[in-house]
């Protein structure tokens, strides 16, 4: 059995980790609030700007567009969403694994796609592996705003524009609730989805100056404004997956700490009684 | 007065949302004004203010560009980023207007970042013009 000093350290070693784990508990819920209202403020948009493409789409019959059509697939883009940082479970893992199946399914050569990585564990993951990064972002901000972002998303919708990519896949992991995230694939462009989402009626509108100027406009905004989307959510399960982790951590110390105090008494409580034997011992011996 | 709701809405949340006597702005085919009972529009907007009457005051919204849409009973301003004239950043904009001008002396005119410093440019003397509303 270990020693009583011994003992001591270790409890005081996992007491301090415990201490550290439940303050990054804490600053990844308050972290993740916000991530979830700032999802939400989005929602406002998100909602408008996909109304508005839809009902032209729709609408406007006979408008064609770059992004609203298919071409033959000669190169594809990933857009991958993970987190800067690691500790937060799974999080990362099951994003990456996810991409990293379905390039070995569906590519037999790396010439055939591009991986574009927001945050850094995804980035030095592909590059490892050797996977053409052609565009990453690291170090954005737990409350990223849209201008951070910008640059990448209209690069990346650019990218599509000019042929570079013939299609646009964006995965991420999506924030169901605190305890369960799930990672999403989504086929970003070309926008092939519109028709699915209609809503119940369709305004027919007047266009300054026309339906194919507004497109021109309007779908990398909307694609760009997918991408920003993908990303807050992204930022709300990171949160939430570390607040889980971290839970995790501090629930596993506190148990450790009451193992070791149960063994640390155990052996306090054998060193007395041996300690009494010999005394007694000692006594019995002088008489 | 007929008046009709407005909301100004980025990616970063709603800017602006209330009930107006008329909305003006400029569209990229030209100067629109939009007064209550208009037909349903879309358009796609310059980087400019949109101008927001009330109650016999007006109040200023800078835009980087996006567009308008006109519903029967709603206007909707969608851009990439929107402030009101008193959120304006002056201090900011400044900066990135001679960010902007220093980048355009230094680069030649066919690049892709000269494009990029043109309308970083057009998009700080707009915050500063709606700031200062100076018209």
Do not use: C
């Given at each position: 059995?270990?020693?009583?000093?011994?003992?001591?350290?270790?409890?005081?070693?996992?007491?301090?980790?415990?201490?550290?784990?439940?303050?990054?508990?804490?600053?990844?819920?308050?972290?993740?609030?916000?991530?979830?209202?700032?999802?939400?403020?989005?929602?406002?948009?998100?909602?408008?700007?996909?109304?508005?493409?839809?009902?032209?789409?729709?609408?406007?019959?006979?408008?064609?567009?770059?992004?609203?059509?298919?071409?033959?697939?000669?190169?594809?883009?990933?857009?991958?969403i993970t987190s800067d940082r690691g500790l937060a479970g799974a999080f990362n893992?099951?994003?990456?694994?996810?991409?990293?199946?379905?390039?070995?399914?569906?590519?037999?050569?790396?010439?055939?796609?591009?991986?574009?990585?927001?945050?850094?564990?995804?980035?030095?993951?592909?590059?490892?592996?050797?996977?053409?990064?052609?565009?990453?972002?690291?170090?954005?901000?737990?409350?990223?705003?849209?201008?951070?972002?910008?640059?990448?998303?209209?690069?990346?919708?650019?990218?599509?524009?000019?042929?570079?990519?013939?299609?646009?896949?964006?995965?991420?992991?999506?924030?169901?609730?605190?305890?369960?995230?799930?990672?999403?694939?989504?086929?970003?462009?070309?926008?092939?989805?519109?028709?699915?989402?209609?809503?119940?009626?369709?305004?027919?509108?007047?266009?300054?100056?026309?339906?194919?100027?507004?497109?021109?406009?309007?779908?990398?905004?909307?694609?760009?404004?997918?991408?920003?989307?993908?990303?807050?959510?992204?930022?709300?399960?990171?949160?939430?997956?570390?607040?889980?982790?971290?839970?995790?951590?501090?629930?596993?110390?506190?148990?450790?700490?009451?193992?070791?105090?149960?063994?640390?008494?155990?052996?306090?409580?054998?060193?007395?009684?041996?300690?009494?034997?010999?005394?007694?011992?000692?006594?019995?011996?002088?008489? | 007065?007929?008046t009709i709701k407005v909301s100004v809405v980025t990616p970063d949340g709603p800017?602006?949302?209330?009930?107006?006597?008329?909305?003006?702005?400029?569209?990229?085919?030209?100067?629109?004004?939009?007064?209550?009972?208009?037909?349903?529009?879309?358009?796609?907007?310059?980087?400019?203010?949109?101008?927001?009457?009330?109650?016999?005051?007006?109040?200023?919204?800078?835009?980087?560009g996006g567009f308008l849409e006109v519903r029967p009973d709603q206007v909707t301003?969608?851009?990439?980023?929107?402030?009101?004239?008193?959120?304006?950043?002056?201090?900011?904009?400044?900066?990135?207007?001679?960010?902007?001008?220093?980048?355009?002396?230094?680069?030649?005119?066919?690049?892709?970042?000269?494009?990029?410093?043109?309308?970083?440019?057009?998009?700080?003397?707009?915050?500063?013009?709606?700031?200062?509303?100076?018209?």
């Open positions: 059995m270990a020693s009583l000093r011994d003992i001591k350290h270790r409890i005081a070693s996992t007491k301090k980790t415990s201490q550290i784990t439940k303050a990054m508990e804490m600053t990844s819920a308050a972290k993740w609030n916000r991530g979830v209202l700032n999802a939400k403020s989005f929602v406002p948009y998100m909602e408008k700007i996909q109304e508005v493409t839809t009902s032209i789409a729709l609408g406007a019959g006979g408008v064609t567009h770059p992004m609203l059509t298919h071409r033959p697939i000669k190169k594809t883009g990933y857009i991958v893992s099951n994003v990456i694994r996810r991409v990293h199946q379905t390039i070995q399914s569906r590519h037999k050569s790396n010439d055939e796609f591009a991986i574009i990585a927001i945050g850094r564990v995804g980035r030095d993951f592909f590059v490892k592996r050797g996977y053409n990064v052609v565009l990453d972002i690291v170090g954005l901000h737990d409350q990223p705003s849209f201008q951070d972002i910008k640059e990448i998303t209209s690069t990346a919708v650019g990218m599509f524009a000019d042929e570079t990519f013939d299609e646009l896949y964006l995965y991420y992991s999506h924030y169901i609730s605190a305890i369960s995230q799930q990672v999403t694939e989504k086929q970003l462009l070309p926008l092939t989805d519109i028709s699915a989402s209609a809503p119940h009626k369709l305004i027919s509108y007047e266009f300054e100056p026309d339906a194919e100027a507004i497109l021109e406009v309007l779908l990398p905004q909307y694609a760009e404004s997918l991408i920003y989307g993908a990303l807050l959510d992204s930022k709300a399960s990171e949160h939430a997956a570390r607040m889980t982790a971290m839970r995790n951590a501090t629930d596993n110390a506190q148990e450790l700490i009451r193992n070791y105090s149960l063994s640390y008494n155990r052996a306090r409580q054998a060193a007395i009684t041996q300690e009494i034997t010999e005394i007694v011992g000692g006594a019995a011996a002088l008489e | 007065m007929k800017v602006y949302e209330s009930d107006v006597e008329m909305v003006s702005t400029k569209a990229k085919s030209g100067e629109l004004g939009i007064l209550p009972g208009h037909v349903p529009l879309v358009a796609p907007l310059e980087i400019g203010s949109v101008r927001l009457k009330k109650d016999g005051k007006t109040e200023f919204v800078a835009v980087s301003v969608l851009a990439q980023s929107a402030e009101k004239s008193e959120d304006i950043d002056v201090e900011r904009a400044l900066r990135a207007k001679e960010r902007a001008e220093q980048r355009l002396r230094e680069q030649k005119q066919d690049n892709i970042d000269f494009k990029r410093a043109e309308l970083a440019l057009r998009r700080a003397v707009n915050r500063i013009t709606v700031a200062e509303r100076k018209y």
